[in-house]
């Protein structure tokens, strides 16, 4: 039997508090993802795999809009997978795969998904595998099903107010920190360290990213939507735009 973690419900909220702190609209992101797929399924439970999905942020609310989904979330982070386990406890399946290695697709329960949906991890993938996974992923939809990414992709006709916007940001954040409203990521990271259950997790953690994660890369969403259609997508497009952050859908 499973031994899930305790108090699992306090660690997804803290988590997702931290996320905020970046991504002030993150759940208008999450909400466009379910809407693009509710409409590829007609409002019937999708088959859906939530990539690089972390503490499952995006299955749980899958799960809570279509509650008979079939949900496969995937990640590669022991702390984030072990989250993942207890939240979603027994409603979906928890994969662990390197992105980074083509192999991820045969530990897939299934392919055939109706959507594959991704937020704020494939900036940490070079170029070249990014647009690589792009055809990996296109080959576990089901024809007529979609991608998206949703990421930093800032709009490249607005460097310098992006700029600004990007200011603007940081020091709401700052004063989130400083006010106690938010978790920064490194404490929440110490905060994990220091439990029980989770510290084997972050020892773990440590040898697979022992500097932390490469250097993010971020292009524009044009960029993105080239490597979609050089990947075989059939139509792309921009999905949702939240000032810095952009939502890119491809349909297979």
Same mark, same amino acid.
Not at 21 to 46: K, N, W
Not at 62 to 82: E, I, K
Not at 119 to 124: E, F, I, P, S
């Given at each position: ?104 697709? =045969?530990?897939?329960?299934? $392919? ?5 949906? !991704?937020?704020? %991890?494939?900036? +940490?993938? /070079? @170029? ?34 992006s700029e600004r916007l990007l200011d603007h940001a940081r ?27 989770? =510290?084997?997790?972050?020892? $773990? ?5 022992? !500097?932390?994660? %490469?250097?993010? +890369?971020? /292009? @524009? ?32």
């Open positions: 039997m499973t031994a899930y973690l305790k108090n699992v419900e306090v660690w997804q909220e803290s988590w997702d508090r931290q996320q905020e702190a970046f991504l002030p609209d993150r759940e208008q992101r999450f909400e466009a993802m379910l809407t693009a797929v509710a409409a590829v399924t007609g409002g019937a439970a999708p088959r859906l795999l939530d990539l690089a999905g972390g503490t499952g942020s995006i299955s749980l609310r899958t799960l809570t809009r279509f509650p008979g989904a079939q949900v496969t979330v995937l990640d590669q982070d022991p702390v984030l997978l072990t989250i993942a386990e207890s939240s979603l406890a027994g409603r979906a399946t928890v994969v662990g795969a390197d992105l980074g290695d083509a192999g991820w697709r =045969a530990k897939l329960p299934h $392919e055939g998904f109706d959507a594959v949906l !991704t937020a704020t %991890a494939l900036h +940490w993938l /070079p @170029a070249d595998r990014i647009g690589a996974l792009y055809s990996e992923i296109r080959e576990v939809l089901r024809p007529g099903g979609i991608f998206v990414n949703a990421d930093h992709m800032p709009d490249e006709g607005l460097p310098e107010f020091v709401k954040r700052n004063a989130r920190y400083e006010s106690g409203a938010a978790t920064t990521w490194a404490d929440w990271w110490a905060r994990a360290a220091a439990d029980e259950r989770l =510290a084997p997790k972050v020892v $773990e953690r440590q040898r697979i990213y022992p !500097t932390s994660h %490469a250097t993010e +890369w971020n /292009p @524009a969403a044009t960029w993105h939507l080239d490597a979609l259609r050089a990947a075989g997508f059939r139509e792309t497009g921009l999905l949702w735009r939240g000032g810095t952050d952009a939502a890119v859908l491809g349909l297979s």
